[in-house]
Every structure is written in structure tokens, then in C-alpha cells.
């Protein structure tokens, strides 16, 4: 079935160091891609989206790249800040309706 | 604008007890969700309502859950009864068709 794999946590880095958290993802059509966050005592939020191939979706200084011969949606962020702190999940879509979530990365970043 | 709200944030039961959770959604939005998010995963869909129609109830494991959204706003989601098993985050999410979904805070519900 459709499905996406996330690099798994946690993951803890020091203030202004790169981030990446790496997501491939399987599906038998051509999927949109989305990163959510997920703030300490927080609902899930859209960070960034593409909907199709080699689309960079960016948002908050991150930064994710489609790449459908690679089939990943890797997130990036070249300075990451404390308030960074959160857990991220990628996900994809495959008709706008719904969401397949990875089972999500805990980044921890200390001052 | 208010968002996603959700109650009771935690609630604590005991195995075999019921249980019941509450959504409003971002007004005007048609489509409310309900995923489960268990410990250490990402949320998985329960159930999507288009108006007051479930669409996709699949993953609803009807034995023992329940859901309704009878006039096509808020929606409530049943658990009758529980298991140690039911455990969980319980979130629900709105949009408006296409794109982004909006998510509450969720409903963490712990079964002794």
C-alpha cells in the first residue's frame, strides 16, 4: 500500500547546526508530499507540501525537494534555532482527502 | 479565527468503561477527520465525514467505535466499550476540500 519512511528519532542537535530528516515514500500513483510539525503541546500543523516532481516546498527555513526518481521528500533546515524543537512527520496524498503519515522524527535542539 | 477544538484534552477510564470525544471544526470547513495516533507512530485516519456522510469509515473498528456528525458541524467519536488497547491520542482535523488539513490538539485517552 502507500506508504511513507522517516528517518527515526530522536534526534538532537545543537543550536544553529543542519538539520535533515530524511523520507522516502511508496505509492502506485503520483502523490502530493507534506511535511507536519508537531510544537510541545501543540495540534499537527502544515509546514511545507509539493504536489508534484521536483517541486521545493519551503516554509519557516525549511526547505524539501520532490524527487521521484529517488522517490523522498528529505527535510532540511541550515540553522536550526531551540524553537525548532518538535516532532515532524511526513506524509503523502494521493487525492487530496487523505493523509499517510510516517510514524515521525523528535528533534531536540539545545542552546 | 478559532481552530480545530477538541474535548476533553485527557480523560482516564478504566477498561470496559465508555468514553466519548468532541470536535468542532474550522467553520465552514466540510471535511472533518478522525485519526488515532498511538505512542511513538504517526496518526492514522479512523474515519472521514464529507457534510454529515462518512465517506471513508474502513479503519473504524465498528464493534466498539462509533462516530456522527449529525448535522454536518461538530462530530463525536464513541468508544463502548473500551480496551487497554484503545490507548491512544485521538485527533480530529477539518479542511475545506482540497489541501492543507487543520488539526486540534487531540484527546489523549489512557485505559486502566
Known amino acids: 500500500g502507500d506508504s511513507v519512511t522517516q528517518m527515526e528519532g530522536p534526534v538532537t542537535l545543537s543550536e544553529e547546526a543542519f538539520l535533515t530528516i530524511n523520507c522516502t515514500y511508496t505509492?502506485?500513483?503520483?502523490?502530493?508530499l507534506f511535511w507536519y510539525v508537531q510544537y510541545p503541546g501543540e495540534g499537527l500543523q502544515l509546514l511545507l507540501k509539493?504536489?508534484?516532481?521536483?517541486d521545493k516546498g519551503s516554509n519557516k527555513g525549511f526547505e524539501a525537494t520532490y524527487r521521484k526518481e529517488t522517490t523522498s521528500f528529505h527535510l532540511e533546515k541550515g540553522s536550526v534555532q531551540v524553537s525548532d524543537s518538535a516532532v515532524y512527520f511526513c506524509?503523502?496524498?494521493?487525492?487530496?482527502?487523505?493523509?499517510?503519515f510516517g510514524a515521525g522524527t523528535t528533534v531536540t535542539v539545545r542552546a | 479565527e478559532a481552530g480545530v477544538v477538541q474535548s476533553p484534552r485527557y480523560k482516564i477510564i478504566e477498561k470496559k468503561q465508555p468514553v466519548a470525544f468532541w470536535c468542532n471544526p474550522i467553520?465552514?470547513?466540510?471535511?472533518l477527520y478522525w485519526y488515532l495516533q498511538n505512542l511513538g507512530q504517526g496518526p492514522e485516519l479512523l474515519i472521514r465525514?464529507?457534510?454529515?456522510?462518512?465517506?471513508?469509515d474502513s479503519q473504524l473498528p465498528k464493534d466498539r467505535f462509533s462516530a456522527e456528525r449529525l448535522k454536518g458541524v461538530d462530530s463525536t467519536l464513541k468508544i463502548q466499550p473500551a480496551e487497554l488497547g484503545d490507548s491512544a491520542v485521538y485527533l480530529c482535523?477539518?479542511?475545506?476540500?482540497?489541501?492543507?488539513?487543520?488539526f486540534g490538539e487531540g484527546s489523549r485517552l489512557t485505559v486502566l
Open positions: 509539493a504536489t508534484k516532481a521536483d
Open positions: 505509492a502506485t500513483g503520483y502523490p502530493s
Open positions: 506524509a503523502l496524498s494521493l487525492n487530496d482527502y487523505k493523509l499517510s
Open positions: 482535523a477539518s479542511s475545506s476540500g482540497v489541501g492543507e488539513l487543520f
Open positions: 467553520s465552514g470547513h466540510n471535511t
Open positions: 465525514y464529507e457534510n454529515e456522510e462518512a465517506v471513508d
